[in-house]
């Protein structure tokens, strides 16, 4: 479950943390959004990633929690990065 935890608030946290990027915007959105949004979601990605390594510390202490958090932190990247590939890869495959 401590695991769980940390993963459910790391995930999101990455994935607003690319929604705050106007090449992904336009990816994923077909337009970039105003400044206003965008500033909340990088703002609202960082908040989620230090959410994350709250958790982590609070359950595991600071040694263990922060190779834990970088671990988790790790994952959640590569499963936004990963996402988003095949996102373009279907939209190209649909055209």
């Known amino acids: 479950m401590n695991h769980l935890a940390i993963q459910l608030v790391s995930l999101p946290a990455f994935a607003l943390l690319a929604l705050a990027m106007d090449r992904h915007q336009l990816d994923l959105l077909g337009r970039e959004l105003p400044p206003g949004p965008t500033r909340r979601l990088r703002l609202a990605g960082w908040l989620a990633l230090l959410a994350s390594l709250a958790i982590a510390v ?4 600071w040694s263990l929690g922060l190779v ?20 373009e890869r279907r939209k190209s495959v649909k055209k």
């Open 58 to 61: 609070g359950l595991k202490g």
């Open 68 to 87: 834990t958090w970088c671990g988790h932190i790790s994952l959640s990247a590569a499963i936004v990065i990963l996402t988003m590939v095949a996102w």
